[in-house]
């Protein structure tokens, strides 16, 4: 952390002398930024696997499932800013459940999905009947949509922790789950286990969304997991450059969409802003796999 605060009071010299956008001057926006450029590699990396193995429903899931893990936090005493032990146990009970479900009923991924996403929803908003004593409602709405507010040094030390851990579990095991996500068969006769591999990828999947929660929100983390990813895949035709570019349009999202409403003042989420700048890149690249011959057959 003391190097940490190193490189903040360099960026603040930076921001009063105008090298800088004038809104890193706040400590703040720092933390923003410092977790943005954690998070941004991850979620792009991460994001390829998600459009690969088309598991965006489910990220989508445990994101709302993160707000019923915060009421129960609440409930049991821990801070409503930070109550990372009730989530990530939720989350994580919420997502190796309803991968067990699906593995031993067979049931359609989307119907099960929706059914786990119901009742988490459901629950979730029982509980918060029960909260709304002890806390303002209205603070819970930047566990929903994010806030560069709400994060503090225990955010960054949290996403630091869990992106370090995610990659790497996901750097070594990488080649295996692709494999088993995209041809399970030729996986099981290589000898590659598909279950455990499907195991570690959801509870990756998961871990990472929780700690994205504040920034990005719990509505919005799976549209940064998917729309960067799905943009990148409009232009390669090779695994390598499909991870590349949507590592690179996921860091600038979380970039733009900090630093652009502080420096120009308007008025929306951090979340927001970051998902609507991960949808331009999504329409440019689109427009350009639609008109320019040499994008037309990119594939993954």
Same mark, same amino acid.
């Given at each position: 952390?003391?190097g940490?605060?190193?490189?903040?009071?360099?960026? !603040? !010299?930076?921001?009063?002398? =105008?090298?800088? *956008?004038?809104?890193?001057y706040?400590?703040?926006?720092?933390?923003?930024v410092?977790?943005? @450029?954690?998070?941004? *590699?991850?979620?792009?990396?991460?994001?390829?696997?998600v459009?690969?193995?088309r598991?965006?429903?489910?990220?989508?899931?445990?994101?709302?499932?993160?707000?019923?893990?915060?009421?129960?936090?609440?409930?049991?005493?821990?801070?409503?800013?930070?109550?990372?032990?009730?989530?990530?146990? $939720?989350?994580? @009970?919420?997502?190796?459940?309803?991968?067990?479900?699906?593995?031993?009923?067979?049931?359609?991924?989307?119907?099960?999905?929706?059914?786990?996403?119901s009742?988490?929803?459901?629950?979730?908003a029982?509980?918060?009947?029960?909260?709304?004593?002890?806390?303002?409602?209205?603070?819970?709405?930047?566990? @929903?949509? =994010?806030?560069?507010?709400?994060?503090?040094?225990?955010?960054?030390?949290?996403?630091?922790?869990?992106?370090?851990?995610?990659?790497?579990? =996901?750097? *070594?095991? $990488?080649?295996? !789950?692709?494999?088993?996500?995209?041809?399970?068969?030729?996986?099981?006769?290589?000898?590659?286990?598909?279950?455990?591999?499907e195991?570690? $990828?959801?509870?990756?999947?998961?871990?990472?969304?929780?700690?994205?929660?504040?920034i990005?929100?719990?509505?919005?983390?799976?549209?940064?997991?998917?729309?960067?990813?799905?943009?990148?895949?409009?232009?390669?035709?090779?695994? =390598?450059?499909?991870?590349?570019?949507?590592?690179?349009?996921?860091?600038?999202?979380?970039?733009?969409?900090?630093?652009?409403?502080?420096?120009?003042?308007?008025?929306?989420?951090?979340?927001g802003?970051?998902?609507?700048?991960?949808?331009?890149?999504?329409?440019?690249?689109s @427009? !350009?796999?639609?008109?320019?011959?040499?994008?037309?057959?990119?594939?993954?």
């Open positions: 952390m003391m940490l605060e190193g490189l903040q009071q360099e960026i !603040m !010299m930076m921001a009063g002398r =105008g090298i800088v *956008p004038w809104s890193l706040y400590e703040f926006v720092f933390n923003a410092i977790c943005a @450029l954690i998070i941004g *590699p991850v979620l792009g990396a991460l994001g390829t696997m459009v690969a193995k598991m965006a429903f489910f990220s989508q899931a445990v994101g709302n499932a993160a707000l019923t893990g915060v009421a129960i936090g609440v409930l049991i005493g821990e801070s409503y800013t930070s109550p990372y032990v009730s989530m990530f146990s $939720f989350c994580i @009970l919420f997502a190796l459940l309803l991968n067990f479900t699906k593995n031993h009923t067979k049931m359609a991924s989307d119907t099960l999905i929706g059914v786990f996403l009742i988490s929803l459901a629950l979730g029982s509980l918060l009947l029960f909260i709304s004593a002890k806390v303002n409602t209205h603070i819970l709405e930047s566990i @929903l949509f =994010g806030s560069i507010l709400t994060v503090n040094q225990l955010d960054i030390a949290v996403l630091f922790f869990v992106s370090v851990l995610v990659i790497a579990t =996901g750097i *070594p095991l $990488f080649n295996r !789950m692709l494999l088993s996500s995209l041809n399970p068969a030729l996986a099981h006769v290589r000898g590659v286990k598909v279950q455990l591999m195991y570690i $990828f959801v509870l990756m999947i998961t871990v990472v969304t929780v700690a994205c929660v504040k990005i929100g719990a509505v919005l983390v799976e549209a940064l997991l998917l729309i960067p990813a799905a943009a990148a895949r409009n232009l390669n035709r090779s695994l =390598g450059g499909f991870m590349l570019w949507s590592v690179i349009f996921s860091v600038s999202s979380c970039l733009m969409g900090i630093v652009i409403p502080m420096q120009w003042d308007i008025p929306i989420p951090s979340g802003a970051i998902i609507l700048s991960a949808a331009c890149f999504f329409l440019i690249t @427009l !350009m796999r639609g008109f320019m011959p040499r994008f037309q057959e990119a594939k993954i």
